[in-house]
């Protein structure tokens, strides 16, 4: 099954992924503040305002995908595994970024909670590999039930 493969596959490289998700990052940051200077109320901006104006936008779009990816392998290899929860960490360490970029520990509670949550549902329920793609019916329902706590075993438990 490709749940247990991925489980045990070789531990990230954490300077590696942070590279690669940093660049990423600063690759949508270059894409979103190229529409911050598109749609700027001042008109007439050139490609290089987009650097100069919005080099914000591209730093901290890059600073939370080198972040999320550094957190992300450093949980792996702490835990051991790599499933949901690393997502999930990561995902708060890179939300509570986005709040704090607003000077609110309430928001960076908040990002934390959301991106939390977004991230660790994101790669529970198959991410961008389709979990499910190559398992037999017997195997998704597995999968399944591993991840969904029946009515039967919520009462057993009480």
Known sequence: MESKKKQSREPKE?????????????GV??????????????????ALDVVKKYSGTIGFM??????FAG?????????????YVNNAVAGCAAGFI???RQRSIPAALG????????????EAT??????MHGMTREEREEHRAKLIASVDDLKKHQ
């Open 98 to 100: 986005a709040g704090i």
């Open 14 to 26: 954490w300077m590696a992924e942070t590279a690669k998700y940093t660049l990423a990052g600063a």
């Open 71 to 83: 957190v992300d392998a450093a949980v792996a290899q702490v835990r051991g595994k790599d499933d």
């Open 111 to 122: 990002g934390c909670a959301f991106f939390a949550t977004v991230m660790g549902t994101y």
């Open 126 to 131: 198959g991410g961008f590999e389709g979990k």
């Open 29 to 46: 940051g270059l894409f979103v503040s190229a529409f911050q200077t598109a749609y700027a109320p001042r008109k007439g901006g050139s």
């Open 62 to 67: 890059a600073a939370m995908g080198g972040i």
